[in-house]
């Protein structure tokens, strides 16, 4: 396996964009990652891209890409077991592109954990297992029944509120070891997108639910909440029921990826008619 790196995002979108938006469904954080990207200020850390080739191929040499930005986890495409442990022991050999800040790596199960066993073994770090989530399709039929309506109505987030929602989703995600400020900046970008929704119930905000923009047809559901202390009020599924028929009726995937000790949020995504097609694991580096 041969690996190349680069933080020229113009180069790598040019040469390994189109391979990435082959499977948009399975590479979709990578795809959003490499959206975002154009906006990233000149200030920002640099994003280290990476592309696994095998030169035995008989088709397309790219069999996996990886995009790392400190301090975050390297973000793998999907790619072969074999592909992700020669990146792994090239990135971590690499001290310049972040082996000694690198927190984990997170990508589809046996590939993360390739990744991980050979990013341990090079550079002396212990990894470890740290959560497993499911990711979720929006390609079943829509509910067969409609539900009881909720009172109140869904509207636009507003800047001020982005301080009320990080409140939210951190107490959601409690455990899940997300910081404030990367959940704020999140939850910014999609308010300024346009693309996160409340439900408000007498005027005050009761759920919330946020989405990507759509890359290669697929946008992806996050965040998905309630206000904390109001839970199974029919709210959150009032918001994803209006998101759900628009995206049906612009042609879009849904994707959500729900961690594995959250059955009650699996269970709601099902019910509209989305299923399984992977699971994600992350290990974190020690």
Known sequence: ?????????????????GWIAGDPVANSILLTLLKGAQFRPPAAPPTTWSRVEDPASDGSPVVGAAAFTPPHP??????PAAAAAALGAELGAETGAGAERARGVIGADPSAAAFAGAWSRTTGRSARAD???????LDGPAPAEPRPAVPGRSRAARPEESELFTDWCLEAA???GLGREIVRRSLRGQIAGGLLRVWEEDGQ????????????GVTRFNPLCSRPGLRHDGCARALLGEAVAALRADGLTGLAVVGDGNPAARGLFESFGFRRVGGLSEYRFD
Do not use: C, Y
């Open 1 to 17: 396996m041969l690996v190349r790196t680069t933080r020229d995002t113009e180069e790598f979108a040019t040469q390994t964009g």
């Open 74 to 79: 390297v973000v793998l495409s999907g790619m």
């Open 174 to 176: 409690h455990g899940a």
């Open 131 to 137: 959560r497993r989530e499911h990711l979720l399709s």
């Open 205 to 216: 905000p009761v759920a919330v639910l946020g989405r990507t923009a759509a890359v290669a």
